[in-house]
Protein backbone atom coordinates (compact mmCIF):
# COMPACT_ATOMS: atom_id res chain seq x y z
CA UNK A 1 0.00 0.00 0.00
CA UNK A 2 1.09 3.33 -1.06
CA UNK A 3 2.51 4.99 2.42
CA UNK A 4 1.04 8.97 3.76
CA UNK A 5 3.07 10.91 6.19
CA UNK A 6 1.06 13.16 8.31
CA UNK A 7 1.76 15.11 11.40
CA UNK A 8 1.08 13.43 14.80
CA UNK A 9 -0.76 16.33 16.25
CA UNK A 10 -1.84 19.96 15.81
CA UNK A 11 -3.41 22.76 17.16
CA UNK A 12 -6.26 25.47 16.34
CA UNK A 13 -8.30 28.61 17.45
CA UNK A 14 -11.98 28.22 17.21
CA UNK A 15 -13.48 30.25 13.74
CA UNK A 16 -9.90 29.85 12.31
CA UNK A 17 -8.74 27.84 9.04
CA UNK A 18 -6.55 24.85 9.63
CA UNK A 19 -4.34 23.59 7.33
CA UNK A 20 -3.64 19.76 7.65
CA UNK A 21 -1.05 18.50 5.96
CA UNK A 22 -0.16 14.90 3.83
CA UNK A 23 2.88 13.34 2.07
CA UNK A 24 2.52 11.04 -0.40
CA UNK A 25 5.50 10.78 -2.48
CA UNK A 26 5.17 7.43 -3.44
CA UNK A 27 1.38 7.73 -4.80
CA UNK A 28 0.65 6.26 -8.29
CA UNK A 29 -1.32 7.73 -11.14
CA UNK A 30 -4.37 5.60 -10.32
CA UNK A 31 -4.28 6.59 -6.05
CA UNK A 32 -7.19 8.55 -5.29
CA UNK A 33 -6.56 10.35 -1.93
CA UNK A 34 -9.54 10.30 0.70
CA UNK A 35 -9.47 11.82 3.76
CA UNK A 36 -11.37 10.24 6.94
CA UNK A 37 -12.10 11.90 10.46
CA UNK A 38 -12.59 9.77 13.92
CA UNK A 39 -14.14 11.19 16.90
CA UNK A 40 -14.09 9.92 20.32
CA UNK A 41 -15.62 6.39 20.51
CA UNK A 42 -17.22 6.92 16.77
CA UNK A 43 -16.21 5.10 13.51
CA UNK A 44 -14.41 7.06 10.86
CA UNK A 45 -16.27 9.49 9.12
CA UNK A 46 -15.79 10.26 5.61
CA UNK A 47 -14.34 14.03 4.67
CA UNK A 48 -13.60 14.42 1.29
CA UNK A 49 -11.57 12.95 -1.48
CA UNK A 50 -9.92 13.41 -5.18
CA UNK A 51 -7.77 12.38 -7.75
CA UNK A 52 -5.67 15.68 -9.44
CA UNK A 53 -8.15 18.41 -8.92
CA UNK A 54 -8.43 20.38 -5.67
CA UNK A 55 -12.06 19.53 -4.63
CA UNK A 56 -14.67 21.40 -1.99
CA UNK A 57 -17.02 20.20 -0.09
CA UNK A 58 -19.80 21.24 2.80
CA UNK A 59 -16.92 20.47 4.91
CA UNK A 60 -13.97 20.92 4.24
CA UNK A 61 -11.47 21.42 1.13
CA UNK A 62 -8.64 19.54 -0.40
CA UNK A 63 -6.18 21.12 -2.43
CA UNK A 64 -3.63 18.55 -4.33
CA UNK A 65 0.15 19.55 -5.03
CA UNK A 66 0.45 19.50 -8.87
CA UNK A 67 3.13 16.52 -9.36
CA UNK A 68 -0.10 14.65 -6.47
CA UNK A 69 2.77 14.12 -4.33
CA UNK A 70 1.38 16.25 -1.13
CA UNK A 71 -2.04 17.30 -0.41
CA UNK A 72 -3.67 19.75 2.23
CA UNK A 73 -7.17 19.06 4.13
CA UNK A 74 -8.16 22.36 4.44
CA UNK A 75 -10.90 23.64 7.14
CA UNK A 76 -12.39 26.86 6.81
CA UNK A 77 -13.54 27.57 10.34
CA UNK A 78 -12.55 25.19 12.57
CA UNK A 79 -15.13 24.49 15.38
CA UNK A 80 -14.78 22.48 18.46
CA UNK A 81 -16.91 19.92 16.63
CA UNK A 82 -14.00 19.31 14.36
CA UNK A 83 -11.46 18.24 17.07
CA UNK A 84 -10.68 14.55 15.97
CA UNK A 85 -8.30 12.63 14.51
CA UNK A 86 -7.23 13.41 10.31
CA UNK A 87 -6.21 10.53 8.45
CA UNK A 88 -4.98 10.92 4.89
CA UNK A 89 -5.24 7.31 2.61
CA UNK A 90 -4.17 6.76 -0.50
CA UNK A 91 -6.56 4.07 -2.08
CA UNK A 92 -5.85 2.71 -5.67
CA UNK A 93 -8.81 2.40 -8.00
CA UNK A 94 -6.96 0.19 -10.56
CA UNK A 95 -6.85 -3.11 -8.85
CA UNK A 96 -8.67 -5.46 -6.73
CA UNK A 97 -7.37 -4.16 -3.65
CA UNK A 98 -9.80 -1.51 -2.46
CA UNK A 99 -8.88 -1.61 1.08
CA UNK A 100 -8.24 1.32 3.22
CA UNK A 101 -5.06 1.01 5.46
CA UNK A 102 -5.02 3.60 8.46
CA UNK A 103 -2.29 5.10 9.73
CA UNK A 104 -1.59 7.38 12.75
CA UNK A 105 -3.26 10.33 11.58
CA UNK A 106 -3.13 13.76 12.80
CA UNK A 107 -4.86 14.52 16.36
CA UNK A 108 -6.47 17.98 15.80
CA UNK A 109 -6.80 19.88 18.81
CA UNK A 110 -9.52 22.44 18.52
CA UNK A 111 -9.21 25.23 20.91
CA UNK A 112 -12.20 27.45 22.42
CA UNK B 1 -28.06 9.67 7.51
CA UNK B 2 -26.59 6.61 8.67
CA UNK B 3 -25.70 4.18 5.67
CA UNK B 4 -24.22 1.60 8.15
CA UNK B 5 -25.64 0.33 11.45
CA UNK B 6 -24.10 -2.01 14.00
CA UNK B 7 -25.47 -4.27 16.65
CA UNK B 8 -25.02 -4.11 19.28
CA UNK B 9 -23.34 -0.63 20.13
CA UNK B 10 -21.32 -2.07 23.14
CA UNK B 11 -21.17 -5.57 24.77
CA UNK B 12 -19.50 -7.01 28.02
CA UNK B 13 -18.54 -10.45 28.57
CA UNK B 14 -16.87 -12.94 30.41
CA UNK B 15 -13.98 -14.51 29.01
CA UNK B 16 -14.17 -17.88 27.56
CA UNK B 17 -17.93 -16.87 25.96
CA UNK B 18 -18.69 -15.95 22.39
CA UNK B 19 -19.96 -12.41 21.30
CA UNK B 20 -21.81 -11.94 17.72
CA UNK B 21 -21.39 -8.39 15.94
CA UNK B 22 -23.62 -7.58 13.44
CA UNK B 23 -23.11 -5.06 11.05
CA UNK B 24 -25.84 -3.99 8.23
CA UNK B 25 -25.54 -1.62 4.91
CA UNK B 26 -28.60 0.32 4.91
CA UNK B 27 -28.32 2.44 1.66
CA UNK B 28 -26.94 -0.14 -0.91
CA UNK B 29 -25.67 -3.55 -0.87
CA UNK B 30 -22.68 -4.43 -0.31
CA UNK B 31 -21.08 -7.65 -1.87
CA UNK B 32 -17.73 -6.94 0.26
CA UNK B 33 -17.88 -6.06 3.96
CA UNK B 34 -13.98 -4.45 5.76
CA UNK B 35 -13.86 -5.30 9.39
CA UNK B 36 -11.31 -3.06 11.68
CA UNK B 37 -10.58 -3.24 14.83
CA UNK B 38 -8.82 -0.72 16.95
CA UNK B 39 -7.46 -0.50 20.24
CA UNK B 40 -7.08 2.34 22.59
CA UNK B 41 -5.11 4.87 21.76
CA UNK B 42 -4.39 3.42 18.19
CA UNK B 43 -5.25 3.58 14.66
CA UNK B 44 -7.50 0.64 13.24
CA UNK B 45 -6.10 -2.28 11.89
CA UNK B 46 -7.86 -4.23 9.20
CA UNK B 47 -9.11 -7.69 10.42
CA UNK B 48 -10.56 -9.33 7.39
CA UNK B 49 -12.30 -8.88 3.87
CA UNK B 50 -15.75 -10.89 3.92
CA UNK B 51 -17.08 -11.11 0.21
CA UNK B 52 -20.52 -12.39 -0.15
CA UNK B 53 -20.87 -16.12 -1.10
CA UNK B 54 -17.38 -16.50 -0.26
CA UNK B 55 -14.63 -17.38 2.52
CA UNK B 56 -13.47 -13.69 3.94
CA UNK B 57 -9.89 -13.03 3.63
CA UNK B 58 -8.15 -12.42 7.07
CA UNK B 59 -4.99 -10.17 7.51
CA UNK B 60 -1.67 -11.59 8.77
CA UNK B 61 -1.94 -12.10 12.41
CA UNK B 62 -5.68 -12.20 12.40
CA UNK B 63 -6.80 -16.01 13.77
CA UNK B 64 -9.70 -17.51 11.70
CA UNK B 65 -10.50 -19.68 13.95
CA UNK B 66 -11.10 -16.94 16.46
CA UNK B 67 -13.40 -14.18 14.41
CA UNK B 68 -16.17 -15.92 12.57
CA UNK B 69 -17.10 -13.76 9.47
CA UNK B 70 -20.23 -14.44 8.23
CA UNK B 71 -21.54 -12.65 4.93
CA UNK B 72 -25.17 -13.77 5.18
CA UNK B 73 -26.53 -11.85 2.36
CA UNK B 74 -25.76 -8.32 0.95
CA UNK B 75 -26.41 -6.10 3.56
CA UNK B 76 -25.60 -8.35 6.50
CA UNK B 77 -22.59 -9.16 7.79
CA UNK B 78 -21.67 -10.68 10.69
CA UNK B 79 -18.43 -11.15 13.38
CA UNK B 80 -18.32 -13.19 16.27
CA UNK B 81 -15.70 -13.60 18.60
CA UNK B 82 -15.17 -16.65 19.76
CA UNK B 83 -13.87 -18.14 23.23
CA UNK B 84 -13.31 -14.14 24.03
CA UNK B 85 -10.40 -13.22 26.17
CA UNK B 86 -9.48 -9.81 27.74
CA UNK B 87 -6.86 -9.03 25.20
CA UNK B 88 -9.79 -9.48 22.35
CA UNK B 89 -11.32 -6.01 24.33
CA UNK B 90 -11.41 -3.60 21.68
CA UNK B 91 -13.33 -1.37 19.39
CA UNK B 92 -14.63 -3.57 16.10
CA UNK B 93 -15.51 -1.16 13.23
CA UNK B 94 -16.84 -2.63 9.87
CA UNK B 95 -17.08 -0.86 6.59
CA UNK B 96 -19.32 -1.75 3.68
CA UNK B 97 -17.70 -1.56 -0.17
CA UNK B 98 -19.05 1.26 -1.77
CA UNK B 99 -20.65 0.57 -5.56
CA UNK B 100 -18.27 2.55 -6.84
CA UNK B 101 -14.51 2.54 -5.28
CA UNK B 102 -13.83 5.69 -6.12
CA UNK B 103 -16.45 7.26 -4.14
CA UNK B 104 -16.05 7.49 -0.26
CA UNK B 105 -16.21 4.61 2.14
CA UNK B 106 -18.65 4.32 5.25
CA UNK B 107 -18.16 3.05 8.24
CA UNK B 108 -20.29 2.01 11.01
CA UNK B 109 -20.17 3.48 14.46
CA UNK B 110 -18.10 0.84 15.83
CA UNK B 111 -18.75 -1.89 18.80
CA UNK B 112 -17.13 -1.52 21.82
CA UNK B 113 -16.05 -5.12 23.28
CA UNK B 114 -14.92 -5.44 26.67
CA UNK B 115 -14.19 -8.98 28.13
CA UNK B 116 -13.71 -9.27 31.94
Known amino acids: DAKTTQPNSMESNEEEPVHLPCNHS???????IHWYRQLPSQGPEYVIH???SNVNNRMASLAIAEDRKSSTLILHRATLRDAAVYYCILRNSGGSNYKLTFGKGTLLTVNP | GAVVSQHPSWVICKSGTSVKIECRSLDFQATTMFWYRQFPKQSLMLMAT?????????EQGVEKDKFLINHASLTLSTLTVTSAHPEDSSFYICSPLAPRVENEQYFGPGTRLTVT
Open chain 1, 26 to 32: TISGTDY
Open chain 2, 50 to 58: SNEGSKATY
Open chain 1, 50 to 52: GLT
